[in-house]
C-alpha cells in the first residue's frame, strides 16, 4: 500500500532543495504589483529557493534611475554592485546501489569515491548534471534524469512526499536507500562528454526525492539536486575564475567549477575574507547529528522503508528536520537604518530574497517595484513578484571588515523555514558572481564561508574564459537592443559597457576594441567590470 507523508515539519525540509521542490509559500508583498502595457519582458531561467524558478524579468521602458545605478561602475571603496542573475554550481551526479543492511540503520554512510554497483552501468556514461545547494535540505533525483541514472520503479517505495506551496502543491515519490556521488563539470570531458569516474565523491544509504513527471524542459522540469544532507560535512570549493561550459543532451550547462573535498584537504585554499555560518535549527549543532531518513508512520511493522527522505538529523533514529547555514547580514535602503537580519546562504538560489515582513522594515512597496519577475512554483503555477536595488548589503566576516555590495537585486519572497516561520532573506549567488567560495560546513563547531577577493573580469570576455572571441560577440549579438531601452535580459547587464542602461554602439565598439580572437590574453585597454 502506498504511504504518503504529509508531515509538516519535513514539508519544510523538502522547502529549499535549490530549485527544486518547496513547501513555501509565495509573497509579492501586500498583492502583487499589475505589469504595465509599457513594461518590457526578459525571459530568462533564474532558480530560486522553495521549488520556484523565475522565467521573466520585467522592467520600465524608460528604466528608473535606481535600475540605472546598477553595476560596478557606482560601487564605492571597498564596495562591489552585483548583476541581477548569480551563477549556477552545476555537478554530475552518479547513482549506486549500495546500502545498509538490517532495520534500525538509518544513518547515510560519506564515501571518498564510489561504492557500490551502477544503477545504469556504466556510470562514465549514465549521470545526471544537476545543482550543489547548500539551500536544499534533501537530495533530488529529477524525472528527466531517472531513465538516465537507472531509477527504475523497483527504487521507488511507493510512499510519497507533499511539496510545493502557493505556487501548486504535487506529490514527490521517496526512493529506497541508495548510494550518491558527485563531481564537478570539470569531470566531464566536454568532447565525448565521459565522466571521469574517480573524481566522485559522496555518500550512500540514502533516501531520495523523485518530483512527478513533467515534460521535459517546461516550466516545472525539476533538476536534480544535492543538499545539505551531504555537503554539511564536506568542503566545496566553488571556481569563478574557471568557468566549465558542458553541452549534453540539447541544453547547455555554464557553471564555476565545483569540487568536493574531504575536510582538512590541503589542495583547498584559504581565502581571506571568512564568513562565519550558523546551522539552523540549532538543534543540530550536536557530535550525535548526521543525515538519515526515517521509516512511514503509517506502517510501523516495517523498519527498512523510507516513509521520509534523507536529511539532516540531530541523531539517528530522530525524525529528520533538514537543516541550512545562515550568516549575519546588514541592508539598507534609502534613508531607513540599517538593519541587521541572519540570511540562508544558499548556492541555489541566483538571486537575493527578503521577506515581506523585511521588506516593510526597508520601506520597500510592493505596489512601485523597480522590476517586476515571473516566478513558476512546482505546479507551473505563475505569481507576480516585485524586486528592487537595495542601495547596500554586507555580510559579517570575522575580522574588520565586512563583505560590501551596493545595488543588490532582490525579490520579495515568503520562504518557510526549517525552524518555522518564515526565513527573513537569502543571499544568492549574483552577490558572489566574481568571487571564489570554500563552504567549510559543520554541525559541532564554527561553520565557515571563506571568500576571495574579486576575481578581474574583463569588459567583453563575457563567457570568463580568457578572450574576447566570437563566442562572446554571440552573447553581446543576443543583448543588442540599442539606445535608451533597457537590456533585452538580466543577464545582458555585463554587456552595457558604459552603464547607461542599454547596449549600443557606444558598447559595441568597446567591444570591438577588446575583441582579439580564441585562446589570446586580453587586450590590455579593456576595461575590467
Known amino acids: ?59 520600465p521602458a524608460q528604466a528608473p534611475a535606481t535600475v540605472e545605478k546598477t553595476g560596478p561602475a557606482m560601487a564605492g571603496a571597498g564596495q562591489q554592485a552585483v548583476p541581477i542573475d548569480g551563477f549556477a554550481p552545476y555537478v554530475a551526479i552518479a547513482l549506486t546501489d549500495k546500502s545498509r543492511p538490517g532495520e534500525f540503520a538509518f544513518a547515510h554512510v560519506l564515501a571518498n569515491s ?24 534533501v537530495n533530488v533525483i529529477g524525472h528527466c534524469d531517472r531513465t538516465t541514472v537507472g531509477l527504475t520503479n523497483a527504487w521507488l517505495t511507493g510512499n510519497t512526499i507533499t511539496i510545493g506551496g502557493a505556487g501548486g502543491q504535487v506529490d514527490a515519490d521517496i526512493t529506497q536507500p541508495l548510494g550518491m556521488f558527485v563531481a564537478g563539470l570539470q569531470a566531464i570531458d566536454p568532447a ?11 555518500h550512500w544509504h540514502v533516501s531520495a526525492v523523485v518530483p512527478p513527471e513533467p515534460a521535459c524542459g517546461d516550466l516545472v522540469d525539476i533538476p536534480s539536486t544535492v543538499g545539505t544532507a551531504l555537503v554539511a560535512f564536506r568542503d566545496v570549493w566553488i571556481r569563478n575564475d574557471r568557468p566549465r561550459t558542458i553541452f549534453r543532451d540539447g541544453t547547455t550547462y555554464t557553471g564555476p567549477e565545483v569540487s568536493v573535498h574531504v575536510p582538512g584537504d590541503t589542495t583547498v585554499p584559504a581565502y581571506s575574507h571568512v564568513v562565519a555560518l ?7 549543532a550536536s557530535a550525535l547529528a548526521t543525515s538519515a531518513y526515517f521509516i512511514s508512520f503509517e506502517n510501523l511493522d516495517d523498519f527498512r522503508t523510507p516513509g521520509m527522505p534523507t536529511a539532516l538529523v540531530d541523531q539517528e533514529g530522530s525524525l529528520p528536520t533538514g537543516g541550512w547555514f545562515v550568516a549575519s547580514t546588514w541592508i539598507k535602503e534609502g534613508t531607513r537604518p540599517e538593519i541587521n537580519k ?29 522590476f517586476t519577475v515571473e516566478v513558476t512554483g512546482v505546479a507551473g503555477d505563475i505569481t507576480i513578484a516585485p524586486g ?39 543571499i544568492g549567488t549574483n552577490v558572489f558572481y566574481n568571487r571564489n567560495l570554500v563552504f567549510r560546513l559543520n554541525l559541532t563547531g564554527t561553520a565557515r564561508l571563506e571568500v576571495s577577493d574579486p576575481i578581474v573580469l574583463y569588459y567583453g570576455d563575457f563567457d570568463v574564459d580568457g578572450d574576447v572571441d566570437l563566442a562572446d560577440f554571440g552573447h553581446f ?5 540599442g539606445p535608451n531601452r533597457p537590456p533585452k535580459r538580466g543577464d545582458c547587464q555585463d554587456a552595457d559597457a558604459d552603464r547607461d542602461n542599454d547596449v549600443d554602439m557606444a558598447d559595441f565598439l568597446q567591444f570591438q576594441a577588446c575583441f582579439n580572437g580564441p585562446n589570446r590574453p586580453v587586450r590590455a585597454e579593456c576595461p575590467t567590470r
Open 1 to 59: 500500500m502506498a504511504n504518503r507523508s504529509t508531515w509538516g515539519l519535513l514539508r519544510r525540509s523538502v522547502v529549499a532543495i535549490a530549485v527544486v521542490v518547496g513547501g513555501g509559500t509565495l509573497s509579492a508583498g501586500a498583492s502583487a504589483p499589475a505589469r504595465t502595457a509599457s513594461w518590457q519582458r526578459h525571459a530568462v531561467d533564474l532558480r530560486l529557493a522553495a521549488g520556484l524558478r523565475i522565467r521573466a524579468i520585467h522592467t
Open 114 to 137: 564510489v561504492v557500490g554497483n551502477p544503477l545504469n552501468a556504466p556510470l562514465s556514461q549514465n549521470y545526471a548534471i544537476g545543482i550543489l545547494d547548500t539551500g536544499g535540505t
Open 192 to 202: 565525448t562528454l565521459l565522466l571521469d569516474t574517480t573524481q566522485l565523491l559522496g
Open 278 to 284: 550558523d546551522v539552523r535549527p540549532t538543534t543540530l
Open 342 to 370: 541572519l540570511f540562508m546562504v544558499d548556492t541555489g538560489a541566483q538571486i537575493c530574497v527578503v521577506r515581506s515582513f523585511v521588506a516593510g522594515q526597508l520601506g520597500l512597496n510592493p505596489q512601485q517595484p523597480e
Open 388 to 426: 528592487f536595488y537595495l542601495d547596500s548589503l554586507k555580510i559579517d566576516t570575522l575580522g574588520v571588515d565586512q563583505l560590501q555590495f551596493t545595488q543588490v537585486p532582490i525579490i520579495i519572497l515568503d520562504v518557510p523555514s526549517v525552524e518555522g516561520g518564515i526565513l527573513d532573506g537569502i
Open 477 to 481: 549579438q543576443d543583448c543588442a537592443n
